[in-house]
Nanobody, 126 residues
Framework: QVQLVESGGGLVQAGGSLRLSCAAS????????MGWFRQAPGKEREFVAA????????RYAESVKGRFTISRDIGKNMVYLQMNVLKPEDTAVYYC???????????????????WGQGTQVTVSS
């Protein structure tokens, strides 16, 4: 059974940075894709970024391109989300997920992922 544990969330001022981490166990990450999603209060969960384990192919939501960077450490079965120039609208619970690689790329939608972490809160104050 896959277990995903996120960490690194917190409270930061607008313009600041945070680095989220996700530790995966129970599955060899190198054969799968890892994604970050977020859910703000009163909104649906949305895609943020994703990466394939084998080749490091990445995908980003338009709203975070140029500010967020996803990376992975295959040996440690870890995935990271470096978030820079944070904005109040980035406030949300951030979730890590794992799923199959889709035609060589990581999935962009929730249904493409089959295991999820419990989430970590990110709050950006203005």
């Amino acid at each position: 059974q896959v277990q995903l544990v996120e960490s690194g969330g917190g409270l930061v001022q607008a313009g600041g940075s945070l680095r989220l981490s996700c530790a995966a166990s129970g599955r060899t990450f190198s054969s799968y894709a890892m994604g970050w999603f977020r859910q703000a209060p009163g909104k649906e969960r949305e895609f943020v970024a994703a990466i394939t384990g084998a080749y490091g192919t990445t995908r980003y939501a338009e709203s975070v391109k140029g500010r967020f960077t996803i990376s992975r450490d295959i040996g440690k079965n870890m995935v990271y989300l470096q978030m820079n120039v944070l904005k109040p609208e980035d406030t949300a619970v951030y979730y890590c997920a794992v799923g199959p690689v889709i035609s060589g790329s990581p999935g962009l939608y929730e249904y493409m992922y089959d295991s999820w972490g419990q989430g970590t809160q990110v709050t950006v104050s203005s």
